[in-house]
């Protein structure tokens, strides 16, 4: 499949359009003004270069250099049952710098601060009228719900960054593979972001970890095509998702993603390791993974279940492939597959990233329309 998916976007009441001559946007909404809404960014990438455009709106001020990641050091317990786990998330997005040159990261964590109004203005608006008799509430009604509706479109307007992408040659082909991964990971039964992890450290812990060598604590990971919300762009945008977090694969950068917060990664700096991985299962195993032996819930030191502990139940043992993505600055995600091929084509993805050249940034003005070099 292509990994275009439209030429315009919508952002709250504005429309923008790719076109040959550039970026162009129309208000569908009366009332609004363009200067009000959010600015547009235009970026081609390919044997030219990257270029960047604001179409509307100067530069933002980059943030600020992020609070330093206090170091993590595991608590002190006694050797038994429990196995000191290490914390390996890496940093933030708030802890990381960004390292793109141009201003798409500042424009996403600015729009994230940004409160919505409509939510309030409709509580307001449901109060006040209740308060009020008979005509009044309905008046209220008439005068504020058309109100709420204007403020709900400009919250879209206010909170959106909009970013274009016109993208060709080797990036496009490589951008191309990546998406039609993700496609394959997104039916994929299982995936994993690995959050911390122990050695065992004793024969006890040994026995009553089913013959484990480390222990691992994990959460699922979502795998889409869609980017953030406060981005609206024109081309499927590979995320990787746990909790409040995500890496969203854009073709220029990797966007990382903390809340409403926001960093990236030039790929040239991103490292990316696979290896299978041998996993006991303790919570089921997935539909399409690979079992590939047994081990019991407790073992005795020669592999077979120890005869003291009841209801010892037999686990299966899978192979997973582990995608290791880590960069300069902090930041490591390990990521866990139910299916190793996948997993291994992914991290073979992400390591054939072409170079992005240092970008040429230009303004609303003199910036290249699409065809240009």
Do not use: C
């Amino acid at each position: 499949m292509s990994f275009y998916v439209r030429k315009s976007i919508k952002a709250g009441p504005f429309r923008y359009n790719l076109s040959k001559s550039g970026v162009g946007v129309s208000v569908g909404v009366p009332g609004f003004r363009v200067g009000t809404g959010p600015r547009g960014n235009y970026i081609r990438a390919g044997k030219g270069g990257v270029y960047y455009r604001a179409t509307l709106g100067g530069s933002q001020p980059r943030d600020a250099h992020p609070t330093p990641r206090p170091s993590y050091s595991p608590p002190q317990q006694p050797i038994g049952g429990s196995v000191p786990m290490e914390d390996i998330t890496g940093a933030s997005a708030s802890e990381l710098v960004p390292t793109g040159a141009d201003d798409l990261v500042s424009q996403l964590n600015e729009a994230g601060r940004r409160v919505p109004l409509a939510w309030a203005a409709l509580l307001g608006v449901i109060v006040l009228a209740l308060a009020a008799n008979g005509v009044g509430s309905i008046v209220l009604l008439v005068l504020g719900i058309p109100l709420v509706a204007w403020l709900h479109q400009r919250d879209g307007a206010r909170r959106s960054v909009v970013a274009f992408y016109d993208v060709e040659d080797e990036h496009a082909r490589w951008f191309t593979q990546l998406v039609e991964t993700f496609e394959e990971l997104g039916k994929m039964s299982k995936a994993w972001r690995v959050n911390a992890a122990g050695q065992v450290q004793s024969t006890y812990q040994y026995k009553v970890n089913s013959g484990a060598s480390e222990i691992v604590k994990r959460v699922e990971a979502r795998r889409r095509l869609n980017g953030p919300k406060l981005l609206a762009t024109n081309i499927a945008v590979p995320s990787l998702e746990s909790g409040k977090q995500g890496l969203h694969f854009l073709p220029d950068r990797l966007l990382i993603r903390d809340g409403k917060h926001f960093s990236d990664v030039d790929y040239g700096t991103l490292a990316s390791g696979f290896n299978s991985q041998r996993f006991i299962e303790s919570k089921g195993k997935p539909r399409d993974g690979q079992q590939i032996d047994t081990t019991w819930q407790y073992v005795n030191v020669k592999g077979g279940p120890d005869r003291r502990f009841k209801n010892n139940r037999q686990l299966p043992v899978m192979l997973y492939g582990e995608v290791d993505l880590a960069a300069p600055g902090g930041l490591h995600w390990l990521m866990q597959f139910s299916q190793a091929p996948l997993a291994e084509r992914l991290s073979q993805a992400l390591t054939a990233a072409p170079p992005t050249p240092t970008p040429a940034l230009s303004s609303a003005l003199d910036a290249p329309t699409p065809g240009q070099a």
